[in-house]
């Protein structure tokens, strides 16, 4: 059984526009929350993460939303370039085990120069 | 600073053929873990290390799967017999206070 969902295994954006990954959990232990970014043929790496003490955070052109009530997060790039395509992996952990991160499927993102 | 090295990057064998996997972790990372990726799915952990102490290999199938972590630095994973299931991509990932660092894994195909 999934922990952890992204419902879209693809999306396409023209460069320029907003970009929104969505990802829904169903563990209520879960308290942190991250955003790894994969491109082919390498490891993922770490993008932007969420505490569940907050309901949003900014980093540059990112940010990611955390509804705790609906169990859902999204990640917002804007504006979308053409590096940014690549596989994007929600993951979570608890605070009982922050070593114990949880990952998506993935969502693949493509943006179109 | 270099990042987590793993080798090989590929590897092809035959089914009941056994395979390592190696992996040197960022410097001063007391816990690295082991994940395996399949296709179209995220990465799931298999084993993780604090030091030399395996502190979670809950995941790890153990009967044909072994990992070590001599001196808490460099890891091994080992697969004896490979089965035509295994073929996924293995990740080692290490970390210091938070964030896991990943290395670019090794993709496995067993035919």
């Known amino acids: 059984d999934q922990q952890v969902k992204q419902n879209s295994p693809s999306l396409s954006v023209q460069e320029g526009r907003i970009s929104i990954l969505n990802c829904d959990y169903t563990n209520s232990m879960f308290d942190y929350f991250l955003w790894y970014k994969k491109y082919p043929a390498e490891g993922p790496t770490f993008l932007i993460s969420i505490s569940s003490i907050k309901d949003k955070n900014e980093d540059g052109r990112f940010t990611v939303f955390l509804n705790k009530s609906a169990k859902h997060l999204s990640l917002h790039i804007v504006p979308s370039q053409p590096g940014d395509s690549a596989v994007y992996f929600c993951a979570a952990s608890a605070r009982t085990s922050y070593d114990k991160v949880i990952f998506g499927p993935g969502t693949s993102l493509s943006v179109i120069p | 600073e270099a990042g987590v090295v793993q080798s090989p990057r590929y590897k092809i064998i035959e089914k009941k053929q056994p395979v390592a996997f190696w992996c040197n972790p960022i410097s001063g990372h007391n816990t690295l873990y082991w994940y395996r990726q ?74």
């Open chain 2, 38 to 111: 399949n296709l179209g799915q995220g990465p799931e952990l298999l084993i993780r290390y604090e030091n030399e102490e395996a502190v979670d290999d809950s995941q790890l199938p153990k009967d044909r799967f072994s990992a070590e972590r001599l001196k808490g630095v460099d890891s091994t994973l080992k697969i004896q017999p490979a089965e035509l299931g295994d073929s996924a991509v293995y990740l080692c990932a290490s970390s210091g206070a938070d964030t896991q660092y990943f290395g670019p894994g090794t993709r496995l195909t067993v035919l």
